[in-house]
């Protein structure tokens, strides 16, 4: 319940930006589009790849259902470039150098000030001569050319360095193995079960909370599907949202990452017993996320977070077998 209080607030946090500022997020439509035509694909995959569920649902609750997440997929995409814009930071450096969006930011120039009242009215070539301040000279009577000084407020705002694919690949590699051995020893060291809500829940119920007994298509694309959608909503959106929103910038950036880690790993309580195991788990893992994402962009954090998921289903169901 927790975690669907904080998906639906941050929700509407998106929907509210994109309207509001829906002439500055222009570039990023492609993007969230896109993203939300990806979670509308591997949904209908989810239902065809497993036996029954189309009969299970009625055709208008599935196209108001996909409706739904098109629209809120787009809109956390959409919002959270934007808010990473506005703090110096390229959500998908990678694509958006490919394919534009990249933002030029510069902060706003001082206004330059306004000509007295009772010097606007007939101001003449020869009067505005007369009361331009006279050029600095030398003593031999030469002019000194002055070069002007660039306003600080005029500055641009730092972006995000395009990443390298080697430091990529290494990091987005280093934290999936990082990942995955943590909660192989975690797991192995406590033997958490299954909690006793999701004991009680039906075969289909846990592969919608993510565990299952065995290893199906269906099984992997819904993991596949919850990584997607968790690094759009989580990393992308509401971090960025934390950090522009509560002031932190760039240069406190490590605190947006913390809270938004806080409340991904709260949203996975009641996962397995005793509780603590997967608070224990998830957790430092939302901060390596967190911090692939400020480094190399929502690409790597979301190639992170899928491989952990594939490969961390292999993992779960040996260990807690």
Not at 69 to 87: E, K, P, V, W
Not at 120 to 148: F, L, N, W
């Amino acid at each position: 319940m927790f975690l669907v209080v904080v998906l639906l607030f941050f929700t509407l946090v998106a929907l509210v930006t994109w309207i509001r500022q829906r002439s500055v997020v222009r570039p990023y439509r492609k993007y969230g589009f896109a993203a939300g035509g990806a979670i509308i694909a591997l949904l209908v995959l989810i239902l065809a790849v497993t036996p029954g569920a189309l009969s299970a649902f009625s055709t208008i609750g599935l196209a108001a259902a996909g409706t739904w997440d098109f629209i809120r997929i787009s809109a956390i995409t959409i919002t959270g470039i934007y808010f990473s814009s506005q703090i110096g930071h390229v959500g998908f450096p990678v694509l958006m150098r490919r394919f534009g969006g990249v933002p030029a930011l510069t902060t706003p120039a001082e206004p330059r000030a306004s000509t007295p009242p009772e010097l606007s009215v007939a101001m003449t070539p020869a009067t505005a001569a007369a009361i331009r301040p006279a050029a600095p000279t030398t003593q031999t009577g030469e002019a000194i050319s002055v070069a002007p000084v660039a306003s600080a407020e005029a500055a641009p705002m730092p972006i995000q360095p395009a990443p390298r694919a080697r430091d990529w690949l290494l990091a987005t590699g280093g934290v999936v193995a990082g990942a995955l051995v943590w909660t192989t020893v975690l797991f192995a060291a406590a033997s958490p079960q299954l909690s006793r809500a999701l004991r009680q829940m039906t075969e289909s119920d846990l592969a919608q909370a993510g565990f299952v007994s065995t290893i199906t298509l269906s099984a992997l694309v819904l993991v596949v599907q919850f990584a997607f959608a968790e690094e759009l909503m989580f990393r992308l959106a509401i971090q960025n949202i934390l950090a522009k929103t509560l002031n932190f910038g760039l240069a406190r950036y490590r605190t947006a990452i913390v809270l938004t880690s806080a409340l991904w790993a709260a949203g996975h309580s009641g996962q397995l017993d005793p509780d603590w195991v997967k608070l224990a788990q998830i957790f430092p893992i939302g901060l390596a996320f967190g911090w692939l994402y400020q480094k190399y962009g929502a690409e790597s954090s979301i190639t992170a977070h899928v491989l952990f998921n594939l490969i961390g289903t292999f993992v779960t169901l040996i260990v807690l077998s």
